[in-house]
């Protein structure tokens, strides 16, 4: 079956290309090979428990993309991109061990996910006007991509965005499908909403010149509730991680520049809804930070700090999307709930083509008597899980990076990261080893 939508994928590509060749203005193929090597130990998924906390782990993750862009006549553009991602030696799926199995009893498969990862059509200054639409699956990020993300280009949403473009001001509305599950009549009755979760968002972004406020923003985002008996989400759609909850939030961000290589950010938000069955959700969400740049100095020198904040008790913060991967710690990687998030940090460029940098993390939990930890939807892996005492201390992250620019498209990169654990997990489980991770990376654009 995945060969069948490959096969159908690539030949939309090509009937794309001939069908429309005579308005096509300019057709661009582009893609990138990303090669990550991990090394893990002591962060098994049942570490808290103090089962795993001593084992080794190691692995090769592969993602390949491929994309077709084609311009065509009255500034209309169409994007697909096709990304196949997956473990080097991963078997397809059914069972069988290393190489794969022969299913059509002539090849070996070696079964990684391959699918189409954007697809969408623009329509820019539609009709003559400040507006711009874009249909289709596509990948969205507002400011810090701190309550709607596509987090590194790992989520995607299926989605129409409108932007309408009224320089100094821009309104983005958008309206996604997270999950749709019309086809299965098991999840049906009367309150269904016919069985998927919608999304609407909007932003509006004021930009400023000859000002220390370089922008500032306002959103309101809205998740309807699934059906009654709750459509489980899949691996890794955006949503919230309760059956019929339906939150919505409203916030506020600014960027600040009020010294030459300096740069602020503040964000703060509010979340209210309904959370599972019948329950409130009153929740609060804070982004402060800062990075200042020594211009002119040796190495380009930074230095930056962040600290953020999610509510917890008894209904906390409900992400719009399940994973902050990358942002707060390679190895902890936290969820964005019930928790406080502290982070200090420095690069430095000892040579035009080499960035070193360190980060350090802290995390406290908000609440003490309810869950905190890595996100449990974390695509690669989470360093600890959500079971710990009710203490809130969980726990030091420090990550060390080493990039190298081979070229202008070949990146290398290597980064260090250990998570020692607090009193959260130490106080009843006992779980005091520290856990390390290696990651070696290899990025090749094209």
């Not at 993300?149 to 790992?154: I, K």
């Not at 309810?370 to 030091?396: H, I, T, V």
Request: aromatic share 16%; hydrophobic share 40%.
């Amino acid at each position: 079956m995945k060969k069948v939508w490959l096969v159908a994928a690539l030949a939309a590509i090509g009937t794309m290309a001939t069908s429309v060749f005579a308005d096509v203005q300019n057709i661009r193929l582009s893609g990138d090979v990303r090669i990550r090597g991990y090394y893990l130990n002591g962060a098994g998924e049942e570490q808290s428990y103090g089962t795993a906390g001593n084992g080794d782990n190691a692995f090769i993750m592969q993602r390949t993309r491929i994309t077709c862009e084609a311009d065509l006549e009255d500034h209309v553009l169409v994007v697909i991109t096709l990304k196949a991602e997956g473990l080097w030696g991963q078997a397809d799926g059914v069972g069988y061990p290393g190489y794969g199995h022969y299913s059509d009893g002539t090849s070996g498969d070696r079964g990684w996910k391959v699918g189409i990862s954007e697809a969408y059509v623009q329509f820019s200054e539609m009709f003559f006007t400040p507006a711009t639409l874009k249909l289709g699956r596509q990948y969205l990020n507002y400011g810090k991509g701190f309550v709607l993300s596509s987090a590194n280009e790992t989520y995607n949403f299926d989605a129409g965005r409108l932007v309408l473009d009224f320089y100094p001001l821009t309104i983005d509305i958008v309206g996604a499908r997270l999950s749709d599950e019309t086809a299965n009549t098991y999840w049906f009755d009367a309150d269904s909403h016919h069985g998927g979760n919608n999304l609407l968002f909007i932003n509006g972004r004021y930009e400023m010149k000859d000002s220390i406020i370089k922008a500032v923003e306002a959103y309101f985002g809205w998740v309807s509730a699934a059906s009654a008996g709750g459509a489980y989400p899949p691996e890794y759609w955006p949503t919230t991680p309760s059956y019929r909850s339906s939150p919505w939030t409203v916030g506020l961000r600014a960027d600040l520049a009020p010294i030459k290589g300096l740069s602020v950010w503040l964000e703060g938000a509010y979340e209210g809804g309904t959370y599972g069955y019948g329950g409130e959700v009153e929740a609060w969400l804070a982004n402060v930070g800062a990075k200042y740049c020594f211009k002119d100095v040796k190495m380009e020198p930074c230095i930056n700090a962040n600290y953020i904040y999610a509510s917890g008790y008894s209904a906390g913060y409900l992400p719009f999307f399940p994973s902050f991967a990358g942002y707060n710690g390679y190895l902890f990687a936290p969820a964005l709930r019930n928790i406080h998030i502290f982070n200090v940090g420095a690069s430095v460029k000892p040579a035009k083509n080499v960035t070193l940098a360190v980060q350090a993390y802290y995390y406290l939990k908000d609440d003490a008597d309810n869950w905190a930890g890595s996100d449990y939807w974390q695509q690669e892996f989470g360093g600890l899980d959500w079971y710990n005492a009710d203490k809130r201390e969980l726990g030091w992250e420090l990550d060390a990076i080493c990039g190298y620019d081979y070229s202008k498209d070949v990146r290398f990169q290597l980064v260090y990261a250990a998570f020692i654990p607090d009193r959260a997990y130490t106080t009843y489980y006992g779980f005091d080893a520290v856990a390390h991770m290696i990651r070696g990376e290899v990025n090749v654009k094209f």
